[in-house]
């Protein structure tokens, strides 16, 4: 069934960021309901599995997207403009970071071909949205494009307006959202890899931390886990492999561009390398799935976060003779909340193992606060001390701040997170 829908005026100015939090959170309407499917400038069936994470780095807009056009599966990255002509006025065509992106999406298609061109001379489809905006997003448009949308409020009407008692369940409800959020990006990735490899890459990304996390999740698609297992390697043959495949023992570290400028030792690729390799090792004997698992196997009644935390980083928190940084706790932590528990979860809904979902689940509600990043100091100025503290209190309550900021804080949606809880 195909719907004629009425664009948003255009004299309201769109503003880029806008249809970033569009993208993101799905508010598109399709061309055609029955099959759940759009259709691209060039005339071919677009289906959007997931839209991607929103990339805070150089490149694409959101990274590692998955859809499907005209049957054949992609993943890559999706670039969003207002205009199509927008490509090429930013120099996209001529920038090999961008030849990527799957998919363009632009506000308005103004271009005389039917398809975007990357550095590579690859055709890439594009989707037009104007005249697909949901009702509640085009009306929310219209009545704030002019003003709020496009000026960040120095007031935060969140903070300030939620009441006391709602707060903490607000937060704790934002943080599994996140969490629900992280679960489907990994259910859709589960269809591309094993969880063997779903759990090596997903490490990997977030041993990166933010400078070089794509460059290791790039690495680890191209060198798989199963290759480096079936190698045989012993423990300084599976080093020597990673970091010469990493381009990281070797002047040519622009394999995967590395990012080196001014970075501390104990953050460098070389040394997250060898920081994990001894666990990836070990799991060759069994599986990485296998070796995780028994991170969060406990006898009935013996579970503590404490005992658990403590077995974490016994494991993972080794030194070995490679390395004279120790994985530290604070990234241990990181790794549990982002990576461990969302693809348990997903592997407990796979095989209904209901009390492994139940542990993962309270871990996730129970685990102490995680080290103060950058998003958290910046919310801090929109909070009092006592909504600040309480903040610090739980990881679940840190991912819920993350949760708003990354959905609307960022490019500064304030009346459609007020939108959120009235």
Not at 89 to 117: D, K, R
Not at 221 to 228: F, H, I
Request: glycine share 4%; hydrophobic share 35%; proline share 3%.
């Amino acid at each position: 069934m195909l719907e004629i829908l009425t664009p948003i005026p255009a004299k309201l100015a769109i503003p880029e960021k806008f249809l970033y939090h569009i993208w993101d959170s799905q508010h598109i309407r399709y061309h055609d309901y029955t099959n759940k499917t759009f259709k691209t400038i060039s005339g071919k069936t677009l289906v959007i599995t997931f839209p991607g994470h929103y990339n805070t780095m150089a490149g694409a807009d959101f990274k590692n997207a998955i859809i499907e056009i005209d049957g054949v599966h992609l993943q890559g990255d999706a670039e969003i403009h207002i205009n199509t002509g927008d490509w090429y006025a930013h120099g996209h065509e001529q920038n090999p970071i961008y030849n990527s992106v799957i998919l363009h999406i632009v506000y308005e298609h103004n271009h005389h071909l039917n398809f975007t061109i990357n550095e590579n001379s690859d055709k890439i489809e594009i989707l037009e949205i104007k005249n697909l905006f949901s009702d509640e997003i085009e009306k929310l448009y219209q009545k704030y494009a002019d003003t709020h949308i496009l000026n960040h409020e120095k007031y935060c009407p969140f903070f300030s307006n939620i009441r006391t008692e709602f707060y903490e369940k607000y937060l704790e409800q934002a943080g599994i959202e996140r969490l629900m959020k992280k679960v489907k990006r990994f259910e859709i990735e589960l269809a591309f890899v094993s969880f063997d490899q779903l759990f090596y890459q997903s490490i990997l990304e977030a041993m990166g931390y933010s400078r070089n996390k794509y460059q290791f999740y790039k690495f680890a698609k191209e060198n798989t886990w199963l290759e480096y297992k079936q190698g045989n390697l012993g423990i300084e043959q599976l080093v020597d492999a990673m970091t010469t495949d990493a381009g990281l023992n070797t002047k040519d570290h622009n394999i995967y561009d590395w990012y080196l400028f001014r970075i501390r030792p104990c953050n460098h690729p070389l040394t997250r390398i060898y920081q994990i390799a001894p666990f990836i090792h070990k799991s060759f004997q069994t599986s990485l799935t296998t070796e995780i698992q028994k991170l969060f196997s406990f006898k009935k009644n013996e579970f503590t976060i404490n005992k658990f935390k403590n077995r974490v980083y016994e494991i993972l928190s080794t030194e070995n003779k490679y390395n004279k940084y120790k994985m530290g706790k604070d990234r241990i932590n990181t790794i549990i909340i982002n990576i461990f528990i969302p693809i348990l979860i997903v592997y407990a809904n796979t095989t209904n193992d209901n009390e492994l979902k139940e542990l993962c689940e309270k871990i996730y509600i129970e685990f102490p606060a995680l080290i103060e990043n950058q998003i958290d100091h910046t919310m801090r100025n929109y909070m009092t001390p006592e909504q600040y503290a309480i903040a610090q209190k739980k990881a679940i309550y840190q991912q819920g701040i993350l949760n708003i900021y990354h959905q609307y804080c960022i490019n500064h949606l304030c009346d459609l997170c007020r939108l959120s809880i009235n």
